[in-house]
């Protein structure tokens, strides 16, 4: 039988053996948020975008479960401007572990007439009417969502369970206080409770639990020949979505993605990172946060997050 | 910049810490000074910032900007909420519960040192202990954060007296501990001009101690779990029910304290049915022991009745059940708590029913003076209350464990969280006092 002083937790210096490493601290936070979730909500859905947070919410579902299936369904909000290499891994990883996958459309609301497509082409801000409408119709009661305390200003004060009206409206001064990790998911018919597994965890810590794990990624994270065209600072891919205008040169560039969103908004960063530990050392090294690198929507205003979220924005 | 390597960074430890101050202490301006000086200030973060400053014509970057976030604290330059920040250097990874420190935002203190290891406490040197200085240390000593740091603010503008700083140092470790706060580190710094925060000053060379990110950096982070209750709060059970695993039962849970092992005896409550540990299940792969705070599957030798909101234990270490909860507690909604108020009570992963029977009395942090019988506690209030719960809870005294101490009261008709509280006794009695080292300023 293994003795206590041969399993040491990852410490050292000062921390005795039973101090858990940064990540297996994290790790076993957020199964915890999982599992609560599972065991006070009827209905618990997990957004899933394809990118890298949304999988690594995924992934810790699927070790909070085992050996049994994952209690929950995946919600992709699809924008129509989504990445085919995102897509293909959606619908690998749902047909490996069996899961249920519900979509909501950003080009039916659009075809329909509901939602009208913007000057900048740019489909962020209309992916909130669709989402809501599809956690009323679905009767979702708990969405989880890869939001990261360490993203943006307004996120710093998030709450892990943060409590929705029917209108998926974020209300700051509604919050419920976090005390210990007593979550309270009491809410009325028609709530909901967004529930943020990863709210403590940094883009660093995403990503060095990618590497621990080994989990599979699309693509695009990774350096590859893009074509793309400079916007506002960015490199965005040349295609059909409506970029890029005559007077934006295309030249194929070795970039890649630090976050997957719209195409109409996500911009690659110059890198010839092909590999995980390279990312990795790349991200450790970088001075910009990933949403100030690759996001126009957020350049929007100081509060531009703050405006969205408490409209409904994941 | 120093170039943080992906190695280096792959086996430290957590540690979370909250600060306390108001916006005249410095607090936001320490806390912008640890994020920019460990270079976790990104460049379109601290453009944001000089952006910010220049249009409100202000010469230098405002560090107190990087950590007020929502548009009200902007407007007001005040800070409302717990902000959480995140920082890592590569001996450590830190969470900050970044709080205001007036005592209409206690509850968000509170809130803050819920789940902090270390709390700084700031005070202006020019004012030395004030009021709010006492309610800070009490909050600490009330939630018992096992770490107390005093940074001592603004040395600057008190010459880097010596004195200015021991008096100061002296007279709160003396409050602190007589509170029961096992440890207080007193640092003098200017978090303006950076003595001390992250390097040490030339300015304060009669000064032997750490600055406040190195103390941050190397104090311990866990307890000797020897001494501690193991418990098992039981989340999900976990039944694949599978043509493979027909049979598995795994009760899921997050260790709150001490250690478990396969073999061992244990007892679940409330029900007292007893067992043995057959396995355990650490995320994938089995251990023969696991200990807080790992989330973990157990599995039992025999088929007794566990379910959601039971609580594990070794049947050595059982605490007992009660339905008659006294404790101290934070309330933090605005509406009132009050005698007769029928609320819900989640205590681990257990949510019973319960009645506010009595509240004896309410304590007023800052000078510790109590008040009997005040009938409600209002918003931020600091009380004691006797409880009578639905079913019986297995509750140990938050001294003994911060996890399976605590609860917080739900209000049924809207689910409002109105109360936080700690089972027993308010203050832990004071350690002996022991006489400080000439070395440093290791109080």
């Known amino acids: 039988m293994t003795t206590v002083a041969e399993v040491t937790g990852g410490g050292e210096g000062t921390d005795s053996p039973y101090a858990l490493s940064h990540l297996d601290a994290l790790e076993s ?286 | 910049m120093s170039t943080i390597t992906a190695e280096a960074l792959s086996a430290t430890t957590l540690l979370r810490f909250a600060t306390a101050g108001s916006v005249d202490d410095g607090k936001s301006t320490l806390v912008g000074r640890l994020l920019h000086d460990s270079k976790s200030v990104l460049v379109d973060q601290l453009e944001a910032v000089e952006r910010a400053s220049a249009s409100r014509g202000q010469e230098a970057p405002d560090l107190a900007l990087l950590t007020d976030g929502l548009r009200a604290e902007r407007e007001q330059g005040i800070t409302i909420d717990v902000a959480y920040r995140y920082f890592a250097t590569p001996r450590r990874r830190f969470i900050l519960a970044d709080t205001p420190g007036h005592v209409q935002y206690t509850r968000n203190m509170v809130t803050g040192a819920s789940t902090a290891e270390l709390t700084v406490v700031l005070v202006d040197a020019r004012n030395g202990v004030v009021e709010q200085t006492r309610r800070h240390a009490a909050i600490a000593a009330l939630l018992r954060v096992p770490h107390v740091v005093l940074a001592v603010n603004k040395m600057d503008l008190v010459g880097y007296e010596e004195r200015v700083f021991a008096a100061i140092a002296e007279e709160f470790t003396a409050y602190a501990t007589e509170l029961g706060v096992p440890e207080v580190t007193a640092i003098p710094i200017s978090a303006l001009a950076g003595d001390n925060v992250v390097d040490a000053s030339p300015r304060t060379d009669w000064y032997g101690g750490p600055t406040v990110l190195e103390h941050l950096e190397t104090v311990p982070v866990s307890h000797d779990l020897a001494h501690c209750h193991a418990r098992l709060p039981v989340q999900y059970v976990i039944r694949p029910q599978t043509a493979e695993l027909p049979d598995y039962r795994g009760y899921a849970g997050q260790i709150a304290s001490g250690t478990f092992r396969v073999g061992e005896e244990v007892t679940v409550l409330p029900s007292g049915r ?139 008709a809207d689910g409002t969280t109105l109360t936080a509280g700690m089972v027993g006794e308010s203050f832990a009695a004071p350690e002996p006092v022991t006489e400080a080292d000439d070395d440093g300023w290791d109080f």
């Open chain 1, 29 to 314: 936070e957020a199964v915890h948020i999982f599992r609560e979730v599972a065991g006070e909500f009827e209905n618990p859905v997990i957004l899933f975008s394809g990118g890298k947070d949304s999988i690594v919410m995924l992934h810790l579902a699927l070790k909070a479960f085992a050996p049994a299936a994952v209690p929950f369904a995946l919600l992709h909000v699809d924008t129509g401007h989504n990445f085919p290499e995102v897509l293909e891994y959606r619908d690998r990883v749902v047909a490996a572990h069996g899961l249920r996958l519900h979509v909501a459309s950003v080009q039916d609301y659009i075809d329909r007439g509901v939602l009208k497509e913007r000057p900048d082409g740019t489909r962020n801000p209309l992916q909130t009417l669709p989402l809501t409408e599809k956690i009323q119709s679905e009767r979702f009661d708990a969405v989880f969502g890869g939001g990261r305390r360490d993203e943006e200003k307004a996120r710093a004060k998030e709450r892990v369970f943060s409590l929705r009206d029917e209108f998926s409206q974020w209300d700051p001064r509604r919050q419920r206080p976090e005390l210990w990790n007593l979550y309270n998911g009491r809410h009325a018919p028609g709530e909901h409770v967004r529930v943020f597994p990863l709210s403590n965890w940094t883009e660093l810590d995403v990503w060095q639990y990618i590497a621990r794990e080994k989990i599979e990624l699309p693509e695009i994270y990774f350096a590859h020949e893009r074509e793309v065209f400079s916007r506002s600072g960015m490199w965005l891919t040349a295609g059909e979505w409506g970029g890029p205008k005559e007077t934006e040169p295309v030249q194929t560039r070795l970039v890649r993605y630090r976050t997957v969103g719209d195409m109409s908004c996500t911009g690659a960063v110059d890198s010839d990172a092909t590999t995980l530990e390279a990312v990795i050392t790349e991200i450790a090294a970088s001075r910009l946060t990933e949403r100030g690198a690759t996001r126009a929507d957020d350049k929007l205003s100081e509060a531009a997050m703050e405006d969205r979220k408490r409209e409904g924005y994941f």
């Open chain 2, 274 to 412: 007893t067992s043995r540990i057959a396995g355990i299940d650490l995320l994938g792969e089995p251990v023969d022991v696991a200990w807080t705070t790992q989330s973990v599957t157990v599995l039992l030798a025999d088929d007794v009745d566990v379910s959601r909101g039971d609580l594990i234990v070794p049947s050595k270490d059982a605490p007992a059940t009660t339905q008659d909860v006294e404790a101290t507690v934070c309330h933090v909604a605005d509406q009132p708590l009050t005698v007769g108020h029928r609320v819900l009570l989640k205590h681990g992963t257990r949510t019973v029913k319960a009645i506010v029977k009595d509240i004896p009395s309410r304590l007023t942090l800052a000078d510790l003076s109590l008040h009997p019988h005040p009938g409600t506690l209002a918003a931020n209030d600091i009380g004691r209350v006797k409880i009578r719960t639905a079913e019986p809870l297995p509750v140990d005294s938050y001294a003994d464990s911060r996890r399976t101490g605590s609860f917080i009261l739900i209000d049924p």
